[in-house]
């Protein structure tokens, strides 16, 4: 079973640039599919991108197609999603799963999760 592990986040300016990184401590993921979702305040968790683990096929929300870009080393067992132009409604925590389907963007098929990390959108 995979321990993912997330980093990253933090405090950023509208417009900047962040790169999040979700770390398998186990070397498990390699059969996985890892997703990216995220909870902004007062906000349910909602799917953002996935990458495969069959085809390295990638996924994106609507919301951040163009500007999100989900990459994945199964060589470190991590999993990036760089983001460009950061806007305010980006400020979520943002979570990392695992899950056995090859292409799901349903959170009840991701079974395994990490602790999240921040990220502040500041205008």
């Known amino acids: 079973q995979v321990l993912l592990v997330e980093s990253g986040g933090g405090v950023v300016q509208a417009g900047d640039s962040l790169t999040l990184s979700c770390v398998d401590r186990?070397?498990?993921?390699?059969?996985?599919?890892i997703g990216w979702f995220r909870q902004a305040p007062g906000e349910e968790l909602g799917f953002v991108s996935l990458?495969?683990?069959?085809?390295?096929?990638?996924y994106y929300a609507d919301s951040v197609k163009g500007r999100f870009t989900i990459s994945r080393d199964d060589a470190s067992n991590t999993v990036h999603l760089h983001i460009n132009s950061l806007k305010p409604e980006d400020t979520a925590v943002y979570y990392c799963?695992?899950?056995?389907?090859?292409?799901?963007?349903?959170?009840?098929?991701?079974?395994?999760w990490g602790q999240g990390t921040h990220v502040t959108v500041s205008s």
């Open positions: 799963a695992a899950s056995l389907f090859p292409v799901t963007t349903n959170e009840d098929d991701y079974d395994s």
């Open positions: 186990r070397g498990a993921f390699r059969r996985c599919s």
């Open positions: 990458i495969s683990w069959d085809e390295g096929s990638t």
